[in-house]
């Protein structure tokens, strides 16, 4: 007899069978979570209790308690002279492991017994290849070694006591001699002997100095960095040695340097020249000696990098040499970013002389139909008041341009009110080491006398002269000279317009030169392991500079020639005669003002001095000086005027601060001046 079995039957059958084969392995499983004692977190006293039979649920983010800070391991007491122990607390490897929370004493047995060995190698890096080092372990260091054998492995988490080191450096060992060797084109080429003497210079500063490696890294690369930077950019050091001779505490140090074959200058590459034409860049940097065929040199690089972002055409400049394929030329690479076509500059400031001052400054880097640059001022002062314009065009090929310009100035001195006017036009030119110009020059002026309320002539007096200047710059630093001179000249030839034409000639010279005093500097002191502060082309001196400024001019015509004002010759104030106010030094008229002349003559002597560090360049240096000056109509008239004082230059990275205070011999009275900046 058959039956038939439902399918629903048939299933719950099957699930069955599966359970009873399963339940052998599920069994213990279950066994073992009945047997592990899992502890309860403490339920948080702001959270309602869960109700019975419900579960609470596990906050897995909750936030885990902060590691407190590792306590010292051990403690380290270095006994050491002075000028050694600094350096060696900072470096010696021991503090590397003092915060090791796991550190155990057989650990710290092993470190130990590698302490001698690395405090001579510091010590070695400073020129101390004989020292006495003793190192002593904590006391209980030995006990707890044991104990931790004896224990269960873990780590005790009692310090292990204090490392006494004891070191004498001993004698210090001395730089006998320094040797360069060349390999390469600088080897023979007579050209580059000039450089060879460099790199020469820059290695024997070291010579009779103690030895350190910081110093012989750095002389190493100081000559490296004078072998690249003329002709040879890819040169590298081949070789460098430093022998030491411990027994008589002499070092001999030799470096060889590959200069590699001479790289020259190629075609130059601009990059962002959107605004401005491209070939004025070209131009500029041309004029600063980058010609594709020369020989390669980074200052000049520098050079064309500072003239291109002095030409207020460009934000940011970089002008650098490109890796060439033949190995002989370098691509000469420019990339600018360019001004705004248009600027506005609000300024207000002060001075001494002139008092408080608001000035408005407008440019136009390329006033539309022509591309000229277009600078116009508005300045106001407490006794000036100037409206100017100037526009020049950029350079031609042989670095000319053309120059236009007007000014309005109205000056007061005493009584006088001094209103002129003045045109120019003509050419200028910008080298590398000297300034040209030529000109037209269209001058007006009348002076207005406030105590007689009239004019001190019937009419106003005007001018026109052909005038041709010339400066010749040759300082070691443009910002802050230390040593070098400058000379600039003009000369003027014209007449006088009116009722009564005369011709006169007019001419004026300025002369300004450093002096270093004393031998030079000697290097100042590093700290232990670090590199001295050394220049060896530098001339800076403890004992200053003096500085000898003379300036001279003369106009050149019959006395009832009518020269304007503005052509004869004031001075006295912050920059030419301290001691007397702006323009006080003339010609003294019998109501007590003062009036140009046709006669000038300055001399000006300054001891300028490091403050705080005598060892070269202080950024405070006092200065002591004494000025004189005479204004008169005719030479044999001139008698000076002086002035003496002293004062504090600050020397900032944008020239220097300087404040005088300066006493009148004539007047018998003190005056404060203020300059700012360094112009020549």
């Not at 034409?501 to 100042?524: H, K, V």
């Amino acid at each position: 007899m058959k039956c038939s079995v439902p399918d629903s039957i048939r299933w719950v059958g099957s699930l069955l069978l599966c359970a009873a084969a399963l339940w052998p392995l599920v069994l213990p499983q279950a066994a073992w979570a009945q047997a592990v004692d899992v502890p309860e977190e403490p339920a948080d006293a702001d959270m309602p209790t869960p109700a019975s039979g419900a579960s609470a649920p596990r906050d897995r983010a909750a936030p885990r308690t902060p590691r407190p800070p590792a306590a010292p391991r051990f403690e380290i007491d270095l006994q050491a002279p002075d000028e050694v122990r600094d350096f060696l607390l900072r470096h010696i490897e021991l503090q590397r492991f003092r915060l090791l929370r796991n550190l155990d004493a057989n650990e710290l047995t092993r470190l130990l017994n590698a302490a001698p060995a690395n405090l001579r190698e510091l010590l070695a890096t400073l020129g101390y290849f004989s020292p006495l080092v003793d190192v002593i372990g904590p006391p209980a260091l030995t006990e707890a070694a044991d104990t931790a054998a004896a224990g269960n492995g873990t780590t005790s988490t009692r310090p292990l006591g204090t490392v006494t080191i004891r070191v004498s450096p001993g004698p210090i060992t001395r730089v006998a001699s320094v040797t360069v060797s060349f390999v390469g084109d600088i080897a023979t080429a007579p050209e580059a002997s000039e450089q060879r003497d460099t790199i020469q210079r820059e290695v024997s500063v070291m010579q009779g100095l103690p030895f350190s490696q910081s110093d012989w890294d750095r002389t190493k690369d100081a000559a490296l960095r004078a072998l690249i930077a003329r002709r040879y950019p890819a040169g590298r050091i081949q070789n460098s040695l430093a022998d030491i001779d411990a027994d008589n505490r002499q070092a001999n140090l030799h470096i060889e340097l590959d200069s590699g074959r001479a790289m020259r200058m190629g075609d130059v590459l601009v990059e962002g020249a959107q605004r401005y034409d491209k070939t004025t860049v070209e131009r500029l940097v041309r004029f600063s000696g980058v010609v594709p065929g020369s020989d390669y040199d980074l200052a000049r690089l520098q050079a064309a990098q500072q003239r291109l972002i002095e030409s207020g055409y460009y934000d940011s400049a970089f002008v650098f040499v490109e890796p060439s394929m033949d190995g002989e030329t370098l691509p000469v690479k420019v990339q600018l970013r360019e001004s705004l076509r248009q600027k506005l500059v609000l300024g207000v400031g002060g001075s001494t002389d002139s008092g408080a001052r608001l000035s408005i400054e407008h440019t136009h880097h390329s006033v539309p139909g022509i591309n000229w640059r277009a600078v116009s001022v508005l300045k106001v002062e407490r006794v000036d008041q100037l409206a100017s314009t100037d526009w020049s065009s950029p350079p031609n090929n042989d670095g000319w341009r053309w120059i236009a310009g007007g000014r309005l100035l109205q000056e007061q001195d005493d009584f006088n009110i001094t209103t002129s006017q003045r045109l120019r036009a003509g050419q200028s030119q910008d080298g590398i080491e000297y300034d040209r110009s030529f000109y037209l020059q269209y001058d007006r002026a009348s002076v207005f006398n406030e105590a007689t309320q009239t004019l001190r002539t019937g009419e106003a007096n005007s001018s026109i002269t052909a005038n041709y200047a010339w400066t010749r710059r040759r300082f070691d630093d443009p910002i802050s000279p230390n040593a070098g001179y400058g000379l600039a000249v003009e000369l003027g030839v014209g007449y006088t317009l009116g009722t009564t034409r005369l011709p006169f000639t007019r001419t004026q010279a300025r002369w300004l030169g450093y002096w270093p005093l004393g031998d030079r500097s000697p290097p100042p002191e590093p700290k232990p392991g670090e590199a001295r502060v050394v220049n060896p082309s530098s001339n800076r001196t403890n004992q200053g500079r003096l500085a000898l400024r003379v300036e001279g001019g003369a106009v050149l015509a019959k006395d009832s020639a009518a020269i304007p004002d503005t052509q004869l010759f004031l001075t006295g104030g912050d920059a030419t005669v301290r001691g007397y106010g702006l323009r006080d030094i003339g010609v003294r008229q019998s109501d007590g003002s003062v009036l140009p002349g046709r006669y000038k003559g300055v001399v000006s002597l300054e001891w300028q001095r490091p403050i705080f560090n005598a060892n070269g360049r202080s950024p405070v240096e006092s200065v002591l000086f004494i000025d004189g000056g005479a204004v008169a109509n005719r030479a044999g008239d001139l008698k000076p005027l002086w002035g003496v004082g002293t004062g504090v230059r600050y020397n900032s990275p944008v020239g220097p601060l300087q404040l005088d205070l300066g006493y009148g011999l004539a007047t018998k009275r003190l005056r404060l001046h203020l300059n700012v900046g360094f112009t020549f």
